[in-house]
């Protein structure tokens, strides 16, 4: 059954000096969820925003906070997160020493649990996680930095994360994350994507509005 498409632009490409008026930007635009990416200068090779930052994204936005991650130690940290206000919490299946212990911990609170895989992940890490997640989250570049090249391997890692989500009568929504356009949004939906994050192909667009209906017109194409 194919759900409705969600786009979470990620303000990872937005001017971090007028977040709010970034926010308010793609909620007008259309936007379902607001992308927050956090990385800590240790699992990725980039350092971003941690949680006061995220609490002061959720007084401002009006659509669920879905916050990924890229940090090596979220079991120790990720209830910071969630008591900063995130709806959903993606963790990368390479960085939890206890992934169904995060899980756990994040559904406690409320929120939405995902897992994400890297690029050089194989979906077989996922097989144990796969039904207790409301999210896998297929990364598409290697994480740390926006404006990258789509890996087309992706598309087939998709396919694949569907067909085990079959096999298995669950359904998580499958989210891709990394050279998101117009171009691979219609690619990643037709192999089972029902959730795409998009940073510079918004924040960086002449249009962010035009480019978020672009996306989601490229996309939905293929969905029905
Ligand atoms: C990359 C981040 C992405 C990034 C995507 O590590 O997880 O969310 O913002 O940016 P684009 O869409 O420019 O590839
Ligand atoms: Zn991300």
């Not at 690029?119 to 077989?124: A, F, L, M, Y």
Request: aromatic share 4%.
């Amino acid at each position: 059954m194919k759900r409705p498409l969600l786009i979470a632009p990620s303000i990872l490409s937005a001017d971090f000096t007028r977040l709010e008026e970034a926010v308010a930007l793609v909620e007008r635009a259309g936007a379902d969820l607001i992308h927050v990416d956090v990385m800590d200068g240790h699992f990725v090779p980039n350092l971003t925003i941690g949680p006061p930052v995220v609490k002061a994204l959720k007084r401002v936005a009006n659509v669920p906070l879905d916050v990924h991650l890229m940090i090596d130690n979220a079991d120790e940290t990720v209830q910071w997160y969630l008591d900063a206000g995130a709806d959903i919490v993606v963790v990368h299946v390479e960085a939890c020493n206890h992934l169904h212990r995060v899980m756990q911990t994040i559904h406690k609170a409320g929120a939405q649990a995902g897992v994400s895989l890297n690029p050089g992940t194989p979906v077989s890490a996922i097989e144990g996680i796969i039904g207790e997640v409301d999210y896998v989250l297929v990364m598409s570049v290697n994480p740390g930095f926006g404006g990258q090249a789509f890996i087309p391997g992706s598309v087939a890692k998709i396919e694949e994360i569907a067909r085990l989500a079959a096999e298995r009568g669950v359904s998580p929504r499958i989210a891709v994350d990394g050279g998101i356009d117009v171009v691979t949004a219609p690619l990643v939906t037709a192999a089972g994507a029902d959730m795409l994050i998009a940073g510079s192909a918004v924040f960086c667009a002449e249009d962010p509005t035009a480019a978020i209906a672009a996306i989601r017109s490229a996309a939905v194409t293929r969905l029905v």
